[in-house]
């Protein structure tokens, strides 16, 4: 059978935290990897393989984004209060669910060969799943969806059409969802960017997000909880959520305040966090820039305030939560842009984690919390070989994951050119969509 051997100056095999090897060599046979060697070992005489050489290239795990919503990535349309709704409105379901594909490639050529979506509209991500599991496409990455996130009525993405109040309609929703094709179940915990909701608020009572946790854990399928509000943290861990996503604890009065209480009882709960700190980052290094270059509008400058109070406190609990011993994992909640992985990583390590950890963190830990740790997220015999290349050494200098060489899915080489067939354009249709039909058909409708 077929051999691939893929030679690099290092390999972080992210089964612990510390160092790297060097000048290693990862066989591959029918996906898995069948052997990890040092590449001398190998001879030269590698037969009829397809063999793979980064002299300067680290060879990681694929890296795992916790936290996507495929159905947006609409850049510039995602900023402002109503940003969702623009978007809710003015795309049909279908042009959301081309939107996961290409989205879904994008992010792949960042490095990201493992993503789950944490909600969408209607049937968008559970017919994206379908088509995956269809084999339309090669080399897709991995894909998990929770379908519709859980919501209150009038929650946090309520528009997704999945509002349940109350312990019984919070268990058939989850009945439904699990029907309906959901690998695991996302739950709004507190009020986000849908205008209509607050941050500072919890969703659901305790009750009812037992309920739901309850009845996930008997259909098999682990919970993930989107927690914004210092009360929503709470109620989660005493819920037992498996996952938390965010952790920003904003206050009753809107302002931001860590607890070491609180963050003592996730620790001792051992949930996962995905602290998705890079949202909002690349709006405050854009201000931020500007600010320094020409100076900001006067309406810019409560914007470029407030996101550097969020990075500040992020920063911060990030930083606190780790030192506490709470498993990190690493979420874009990829929105506006796909294929920006490395922000996320590259601020853990500025809130205090070391590159090492961080790189568990968006491997191993993230394998480990999506459940999928016996297929990937180490570079180990008999594991998947969804692989990344990346120029340069990440355990000294993080950055070096903005340089993705190669990525491997599988084990086959992904075309790294894809980017000429999936486009990083807007995403959305400039303007209000208008039926425009071409000339001659125009006509021929007239004429009938
Ligand atoms: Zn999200």
Redesign the pocket.
């Known amino acids: 059978m077929p051999r691939t051997v893929i030679r690099a100056r290092r390999l972080f095999d992210s089964c612990s935290p510390s160092g790297s090897h060097e000048h290693m060599a990862v066989v591959v046979e029918n996906g898995r990897i069948t052997d990890i060697t040092q590449a001398q070992d190998l001879g030269s005489d590698l037969g009829d393989a397809t063999v793979y050489d980064y002299e300067d290239g680290c060879l990681l795990p694929g890296f795992v984004d916790s936290?996507v919503?495929l159905m947006y990535g609409t850049a510039g349309r995602m900023g402002g209060p109503r940003s969702y709704h623009h978007v809710n409105d003015e795309d049909s379901d279908s042009l959301m669910l081309l939107r996961c594909v290409r989205n879904a490639y994008i992010h792949l050529l960042a490095g990201v060969t493992t993503m789950r979506d944490?909600?969408a509209r209607n049937r968008v991500t559970f017919d994206f799943k379908a088509g995956l599991k269809a084999d339309l496409f090669g080399l897709a990455p991995n894909v998990l969806v929770s379908g519709r996130s859980l919501t209150h009525t009038g929650g946090h993405f309520y528009f997704c059409g999945e509002e349940a109040d109350g312990p019984d309609e919070c268990r058939k929703a989850v009945r439904r969802l699990v029907k309906e094709g959901a690998d695991f179940i996302k739950v709004m915990g507190s009020g986000g960017g849908t205008y209509i909701t607050q941050p500072r608020l919890p969703g659901f009572t305790v009750e009812e997000l037992k309920v739901i946790q309850d009845e996930a854990r008997r259909n098999d399928k682990r919970t993930t909880i989107?927690v914004l509000a210092t009360q929503s943290i709470v109620n989660a861990v005493e819920a037992r959520f498996d996952c938390l996503?965010h952790v920003e604890f904003v206050e009753p009065d809107s302002s931001r305040q860590y607890h070491p209480e609180i963050a003592r009882m996730i620790a001792d709960s051992g949930c996962w966090v995905s602290p998705?700190i890079q949202t909002g980052f690349r709006g405050y290094e854009r201000l931020s820039h500007k600010r320094e270059s020409e100076g900001l509008m006067p309406g810019e400058e409560a914007s470029y305030l407030a996101l550097k109070a969020k990075q500040e406190t992020n920063l911060h609990t990030c930083g606190e939560l780790h030192r506490m011993g709470v498993r990190m994992i690493v979420g874009t909640?990829a929105?506006g842009d796909f294929g920006d992985y490395s922000p996320g990583p590259e601020l853990m390590v500025k809130a205090g984690m070391s590159a090492g950890e961080v790189l568990v963190a968006a491997t191993r830990h993230g394998a480990e919390a999506l459940d999928l740790s016996d297929e990937v997220g180490t570079i180990e015999r008999g594991k998947a070989a969804d692989l990344v290349v990346v120029e340069g050494n990440p355990t000294t200098d993080i950055r070096a994951i903005r340089n993705v060489k190669q990525v491997f899915r599988r084990g086959t080489a992904v075309p790294m050119d894809a980017s000429l067939l999936f486009y990083r354009g807007p995403g959305a249709i400039r303007g209000r969509r208008r039926l425009i039909l071409p000339q001659p058909i125009q006509k021929a409708l007239l004429d009938r």
């Open positions: 936290h919503h944490c909600g989107h996503e998705t909640d929105i």
